[in-house]
């Protein structure tokens, strides 16, 4: 079984998905840490040295070189499904489970966020809603092709098991 979790950055996918690959018996991988681990630099270094478009590349190359494992749960970068065809990709190889969150809560998570976020730092709080407003808007053209949309508030862990298995 292969699970993809994806949705906009701070709505939960690596904290949900350590515990949702525990919870299913299957390995847990994070898109983020292991493209940071191949290529030695943060997600923000390498946005800062080397730009958007080549790290959307190598990002869509590590996916399909994660498509060799079976028996995973997958935490996808925000714009991870938005490139490539990547969606299509992952709706084609497993299952695919969109973790939906309000502007308000997501920008709420990502302002006191420990990590941080290259396509938002510097943002004042109401430009940092308009931001996520906008492109949320934008990438919800992909997200919604999900095989399954949750919640991200107050998420239950063993319901979102349950209902992977039913569609496994």
Excluded at 100 to 113: C, D, F, G, I, S
Aim: with cysteine.
């Amino acid at each position: 079984m292969r699970v993809f979790l994806l949705g906009y950055m701070g709505c939960g996918k690596s904290s949900k998905g350590s515990k949702l690959a525990k919870k299913l018996n299957l390995n847990f991988f994070d898109l983020d840490i292991l493209f940071e681990e191949k290529y030695k630099l943060t997600i923000q270094q390498f946005f800062s040295k080397y730009g958007e478009n080549l790290f959307r590349k190598l990002e869509h190359k590590l996916l399909k070189e994660i498509l060799h494992n079976d028996n995973f749960v997958l935490s996808l970068g925000g714009g991870s499904p938005c490139f490539y065809d990547n969606m299509n990709l992952m709706n084609e190889s497993g299952i695919t489970v969109y973790i939906k969150m309000p502007v308000k809560a997501l920008q709420h998570r990502l302002t006191h966020a420990k990590k941080p976020r290259p396509l938002i730092e510097n943002r004042s709080p109401e430009k940092l809603e308009s931001f996520i407003t906008n492109q949320l808007s934008e990438r919800e053209i992909y997200y919604s092709k999900a095989h399954l949309t949750i919640s991200g508030i107050n998420l239950d862990i063993d319901q979102l098991a349950k209902r992977i298995i039913t569609l496994a």
